[in-house]
Structures are given as structure tokens and as C-alpha cells.
């Protein structure tokens, strides 16, 4: 009775287009930084993928660069592809996540001294419209 019941379920699962998980589709850029979250659904019959994206999906669209990394002192903050009318806040965190320092980001490089911190990891945030980038720095 069971050989029969089960492959019945499945096949009446597979009929109703019923399906466990949709698969998920990652876009990177040329730094590694994920760009995009896309949500694959394909039928069970593997007749049609499409792809569904929403704006919740999408990740910036700007890019944040630090150098050098790892540093003894100040870094420049690079942000590439940031509209005019947009702010960039970057704000640095120590290892425990205590806030050490908040700054406007000023055009497309920013320096950032880190000469006064002790040597170890430290995070930098870097904000744009509630949209966020985080970048490790080691302090040497």
C-alpha cells in the first residue's frame, strides 16, 4: 500500500505545480560585492524559468573602495558611481562595534585617519539612502 501511496502524492504534487524551494540567483560585480538577488522559480515539468526581481532584491549601485588595506594610518575611501544628490555617510566601528567616527564622504575620495586607533580590525560602514556597504580594514 505504501509503494502506491507514495509515488501517487508526488504525482499529484508535481500536477499541481507544487514546488519545495525556489532557487536563487546571485549577480556579482568585478569586486566580489554581490549586486543583485534574483529569485528563480522554474516549474517541475522544467517547461518555463523566469526570473522575478523586485526592487527589494536590487542591491547600490555604487561601489566603495578603501586603500591601502591593511594600513598603519590614514586610508582613502574611493565611492565610484554615486549621483550628485546622493550622501554618503561613512561611519567606522572597532572590533566590538563601539562607533569611533561619523563623516560625510566629500566627492569621490575621502581620507579617513585611522593613526589613532589601535592596531586591529575595524569596520566601515559607508550609507547611502539606508543602503549600506561594509568594508573590513585591518589596522597594522
Known sequence: MKRILLPLILSLASLSGVQAQSAIAYTY???????????VRTRLGGTSADSLTDSKNRMHHWKVMVSP?????????????????????????????????????????????????APGYYMLDAVVDNQRSAIKIIKE
Not at 560585480?29 to 529569485?39: H, K, Q, T, Y
Not at 588595506?69 to 572597532?94: F, H, R
Open 69 to 117: 588595506n591593511p594600513t598603519k594610518g590614514p586610508v582613502i575611501v574611493t565611492i565610484s558611481s554615486l549621483a550628485k544628490d546622493e550622501v554618503c555617510m561613512l561611519i567606522l566601528y572597532d572590533a566590538t562595534g563601539k562607533k569611533l567616527l561619523s563623516m560625510p564622504a566629500t566627492g569621490e575620495a575621502t581620507r579617513v585617519d585611522l593613526s589613532k586607533y
Open 29 to 39: 560585480d568585478a569586486s566580489g560585492n554581490r549586486v543583485l538577488r534574483e529569485p
